[in-house]
Nanobody
Framework: QLQLVQSGGGLVQPGGSLTLSCAAS????????MSWFRQVPGKEREREGV??????????VYADSVKGRFTISRDNARNTVYLQMNDLKPEDTAKYYC??????????????????WGQGALVTVSS
């Protein structure tokens, strides 16, 4: 069965950190461009591309709203991609989804080429 399994969401205070993990089962992540998207609860029609790491050369792209605070990485040996989130803000509260796409390069926020989605992980930033 081909799937992405996420872990790592939760409640964190402003200024805190969390790491989201996304492990692939049934396929190799290194064959895909991996992205993180997020959706704010109650605004499910609005999905924001947060970060992306390309399959071609490992180059990364970040949304302006998270640049300098979030880091995407992949561990091909573990078949897992990560999103390290630092200095979290209340506006980062959302459900975060990882996605495996067939494009060779990052297309931040574009879900046209997504072949597999994770189940989502809720991140709540609140004091």
């Amino acid at each position: 069965q081909l799937q992405l399994v996420q872990s790592g969401g939760g409640l964190v205070q402003p200024g805190g950190s969390l790491t989201l993990s996304c492990a692939a089962s049934g396929f190799s992540l290194d064959s895909y461009t991996m992205s993180w998207f997020r959706q704010v609860p109650g605004k499910e029609r609005e999905r924001e591309g947060v970060s992306c790491i390309s399959r071609s050369d490992g180059s990364t792209v970040y949304a302006d709203s998270v640049k300098g605070r979030f880091t995407i990485s992949r561990d091909n040996a573990r078949n897992t991609v990560y999103l390290q989130m630092n200095d979290l803000k209340p506006e980062d509260t959302a459900k975060y989804y990882c996605a495996a796409g067939s494009s060779s390069w990052c297309l931040l926020g574009v879900d046209t080429f997504v072949a597999h989605w994770g189940q989502g992980a809720l991140v709540t930033v609140s004091s």
